[in-house]
């Protein structure tokens, strides 16, 4: 009775720990992201090579989630809500780690982009980007607190994000067909925009992976879309 009671409590602290972990991962990848907002906005190298520089620690976090979910999988042999738990903080650790490292892009772009004189349509950028900042800090929360209602909404909130893409996007073009000049500040701009909007997805990626861990379904609507102008799918760096 004593090892059994042992065994539970050594179980309990591992399913803690994840969660933990996850806490820290998704603390890092928000600082990260408002960190390369303000960057964009404010036009700062420093800042930005902060950014880039920084993205170690999150890997770091990620390879711990897995190492731990793994080892807990085969020592403890988890059925159910504990396993949807487990497989969750490694599934979410991955989409977290993904959001760092478009972080990381955007701060390349912008110690780039600061070489050339701002453009207005950088405030569209930043309103942008502080859509995502509020669903990344809502999904987050969520996950944290066990609140499947709350992801729903994050879940929904992603079309508003990809319909302002694409007005960004069209913004972009008319800015380099009315003078050359602006292609290379504007191709920065788009690819800066690009991984914002591939941080919302991936926010609704977490927001799908909570339901389920929550409710044992998967959510049944088709994943909101807002009509795109640009498939170009922008990949972080490894």
Not at 29 to 57: H, I, T, Y
Request: aromatic share 6%; net charge negative.
């Amino acid at each position: 009775m004593e090892s059994e009671e042992h065994i539970v409590t050594a179980f309990d602290d591992e399913l803690e720990k994840l969660t933990t972990l996850i806490s820290q991962m998704s603390g890092l990848a928000e600082a990260q992201f408002a960190a390369v907002m303000k960057a964009v906005e404010s036009r700062n190298d420093e800042l930005a090579e902060q950014v880039r520089d920084g993205d170690k620690e999150i890997d770091d976090l990620e390879d711990q989630i897995e190492a731990l979910a793994v080892k807990t999988i085969a020592l403890r042999q988890p059925m159910a809500n504990d396993l949807r738990s487990i497989v969750a903080s490694m599934k979410t650790a991955a989409d977290i780690e993904r959001i760092g490292d478009y972080a990381k892009n955007i701060a390349k772009r912008t110690i780039v982009l600061n070489q050339v004189p701002r453009l207005p349509v950088t405030r569209s950028v930043m309103r942008m980007g502080q859509s995502v900042a509020e669903m990344m800090k809502d999904v987050f929360d969520a996950y944290l607190q066990g609140d499947a209602e709350k992801a729903i909404e994050v879940w929904e909130a992603d079309e508003d994000v990809d319909n302002h893409y694409t007005s960004l996007f069209r913004e972009l073009l008319t800015y380099m067909m009315e003078d050359p000049r602006h292609i290379s500040p504007c191709t920065h701009l788009l690819f800066i925009a690009k991984n914002i909007e591939r941080m919302g997805d991936l926010c609704t990626n977490v927001a799908e992976t909570l339901y389920y861990r929550e409710k044992g379904v998967r959510l049944s609507q088709t994943r909101p879309k807002g009509n795109s102008a640009n498939q170009m799918l922008v990949e972080p760096d490894a």
